[in-house]
C-alpha cells in the first residue's frame, strides 16, 4: 500500500505561481510512476502529468505545457508539481497519483490517490 498527502494548494492570483507537494509512505515512490491528475467542479478528473520511474522523463499534457513542471525526489519520497503562469482554468482540486503498472494517462491505471489539494486561481 502506498499512502498519498498532497499539499501546498491556495488561492493566486492570474499570473502567479504554486508549488505542490504529494508526500509518499507505505512503500518507496522510486518503484512507481506518479502523476498528478485535477477535476474542476462538474468536470471529469483529467491528466495534468507524469514522470516515469525507470528513468524520470515526463510528461505533460498540452494545457499546461510550458507552465507546469513534474518532478521527484525518490530520498524524500515527494512528488512535486511546480506550476507558474497559472489561469482561472487552472482552479480545480489537484490529486497526486501512483502507479506500477504503466506509464498512462488514464486514471483508471493508477493504484493509488492522495485526497487532493485545492488550488484557486482569481482573476
Known amino acids: 500500500q502506498v499512502q498519498l498527502v498532497e499539499s501546498g494548494g491556495g488561492l493566486v492570483q492570474s499570473g502567479g505561481s504554486l508549488v505542490l507537494s504529494c508526500a509518499a509512505s507505505?512503500?518507496?515512490?522510486?518503484?512507481?510512476?506518479m502523476a498528478w491528475f485535477r477535476q474542476a467542479p462538474g468536470q471529469e478528473r483529467e491528466f495534468v502529468a507524469v514522470t516515469r520511474w525507470t528513468d524520470g522523463i515526463t510528461y505533460s499534457a498540452d494545457s499546461v505545457k510550458g507552465r507546469f513542471i513534474i518532478s521527484r525526489d525518490n530520498a524524500k519520497n515527494t512528488v512535486y508539481l511546480q506550476m507558474k503562469s497559472l489561469r482561472p482554468e487552472d482552479t480545480a482540486v489537484y490529486y497526486c497519483?501512483?502507479?506500477?503498472?504503466?506509464?498512462?494517462?488514464?486514471?483508471?491505471?493508477?493504484?493509488?490517490w492522495g485526497q487532493g489539494t485545492q488550488v484557486t486561481v482569481s482573476p
Open positions: 497519483a501512483a502507479s506500477g503498472r504503466s506509464v498512462s494517462t488514464r486514471r483508471g491505471d493508477y493504484d493509488y
Open positions: 507505505g512503500r518507496t515512490i522510486s518503484m512507481f510512476h
